[in-house]
Nanobody
Framework: VQLQASGGGLVQSGGSLRLSCVAS????????IAWFRQAPGKEREEIAC????????YYIDSVKDRFTISRDEPKNTVYLQMNNLKPDDTAVYYC????????????????????????WGPGTLVTVSS
């Protein structure tokens, strides 16, 4: 069962996009949900996470104050609002469930293994032109 990420596109530097992550066959209520991105030639990296238990949000430094993760439980959807986009934000964006439960695991250094996440979908491409 996959999550469906959508909302990507081509935008100029400084522009905005809102990505959506929808689960059609199961409820997201019990999971922390993370957004990842993978730029060409780079590893997939977790950039934001929102806990289910308390709605707490976490971001990597490079997107903090520009990106906002949120969830709409009645719509079974998690969003990623991206403002002030930069060319370095160009990547395929994915959402995934935290298989370990309702809380994000956000250590001060390093990121949890990608195997802690599941229900990957095909992702959505974001291209930011300079």
């Amino acid at each position: 069962v996959q999550l469906q990420a959508s909302g990507g596109g081509l935008v100029q530097s400084g522009g905005s996009l809102r990505l959506s992550c929808v689960a059609s066959r199961f409820t997201l209520d019990f999971y922390a949900i993370a957004w990842f991105r993978q730029a060409p030639g780079k590893e997939r990296e977790e950039i934001a996470c929102i806990s289910s238990s308390d709605g707490k949000q976490y971001y990597i430094d490079s997107v903090k104050d520009r990106f906002t993760i949120s969830r709409d439980e009645p719509k079974n959807t998690v969003y990623l609002q991206m403002n002030n986009l930069k060319p370095d934000d160009t990547a395929v964006y994915y959402c995934a469930t935290n298989l370990l439960g309702a809380r994000c695991f956000w250590p001060k250094e390093g990121r949890p293994p990608i195997t802690d996440f599941g229900n990957w979908g095909p992702g959505t491409l974001v291209t930011v032109s300079s």
